[in-house]
């Protein structure tokens, strides 16, 4: 998802993450469940006033929120789930001081822990799966026949840790807990062989022509042909100009490049130099000659060139707000600005749609000579990748929705189970309009706001490429699925920017990583809690402190 959402599937990938999301979320929180409430503080203090619980559930939501929209803006890559209990360790604080906050392995000392476990997992899982995609297909001696041959292979793989996933955690209108092995395990080989035969029959084929017989003709629609497409004519050359696959390296420097651009560079500075020292030794008077007579025809031309007169500059048209077609650009601004912004060229540039300073700040003078390290493979091969990376951006959502929903829906839906029982049940069932209204509203925030952090989790840290990308998205998506197995509150960011480090370290230079992004990265999960504690203990406090007017004046 990394390098497909920066430039081509970002918005259409929007829609796909929401039905993933809701789908995972609703196979795994709405059955009867604890929120995320019990594992930070006690319920029991609150038996004898559960709306000051409710009260405090929503200080919780209105605080994280507060956060994330911040760090959003300034591209920080925070957690959602540590921004929730960061938030309700607040109100802790608020309502029943720092004793009543559950600080044991069960409750808080997890998310500490996970600031070191998580990412060193999935930079693990991420580099392992590098590794062999590196040695075993790219470097191999037909990297392409080897790369097709591991197709079905990756996408039995995916699929399954899919199922595995709704497996384990059962589904909704399931119930899967009384499940036996030998029903657990079928299920997850069965998906995973159904799969593989499904790309063998439709995806192979497509790939095959399209890559080894090179048709520039070929278009997306034509995947549903299967096997007929091997029957298909031969298209002929390929036009002068026209690329087959996409070159996912583009505008990116090499070594040569950066050691021409250097030779360049040093030729310009050499001829400026002696030029000028040419002009200073002349003493016989030709140069000035030669100077003077130059400047002489010059005024000559230009007096008898015609004038020209001067370009007006174009005037925006201002229009009032309520015309049709002001309404149209202000609609297409805000529902459309975050997935018409190049994402990949911002990267390296900032654009015009990031602060000057945090430009410098993230990418410093360095990147392209970071990038540069990080070996080219060849573009048919990446382009394999790019159609495994959408299943892991598929797998990257369900775990996506298993975890981090469902944590950020625990405190509304512990909102709306207090409101409608007056009670604080330590289990209270998530109704399946609040997993809609979550999926519904991250994916919102993917589609308009995303892009701040897609710039940053991209090329800022190191080269990506869909080779790199699906091991990252792979890598993340089994450290999460792991952990939501586990019960462990980590974060999905955590876990790709884990990913993204260890296959960046692939490269064989710890040179290749961009460390402020990296430090960039830790430091937002180190004042995230602090940060969302204290907005919402200080508006807790300020609420349940506030002086009542309910009694009548004297």
Known sequence: MLYSLGKYEHGSSAALHFYHVLLTSYSNSSRVSGTIKNDIISTD???????????????????????????????????????????????????VGPNGVDWSWGGVSQVFAAWAIAPCISAAFGAILFLFTKYGVMKSKNPLKMGMIMVPIFYALTSGILTMLIVWKGAASLDLDDWGTAPTVGTIFGVAGGVALVSCIFILPFLHVKLVREDWKLKQYDILKGPFLLRRPDAGPIPEGRLLVIDYYHGHATKESLASSATSAETRSDDLESSRDGTRSDSDGIT????????????QITAAAPAISPVEPVVPVKRKWYEPLQLWQTLKWTFFRGVMIDIVSEQATGGTNEPKFLQRLLVGKNLDKKHAIVERYDLKVEHLYSFLQVMTAATASFAHGANDVSNAMGPLSAIYQIWRTNTTAEDSEVPIWVLVFGGAAISIGLWTYGYNLIRNLGNRITLHSPSRGFCMELGAALTVVMATRLALPVSTTQCIIGATVGVGLCAGDYKAINWRMVAWSYSAWFITLPSTAVISGLIMAFTINAPSFAAPLN
């Open 45 to 95: 203090a609150f038996i004898d006033a559960p709306s000051v619980l409710m009260m405090g559930m929503l200080c919780a939501l209105i605080g994280s929120s507060l956060f994330l929209t911040f760090a959003t803006r300034i591209g920080l890559p925070v957690s959602t789930t540590h921004c929730i209990i960061g938030g309700i360790i607040g109100v802790g604080f608020a309502t």
């Open 288 to 299: 000035d000659e030669k100077n003077g007579a130059i400047c002489g025809q010059n005024a």
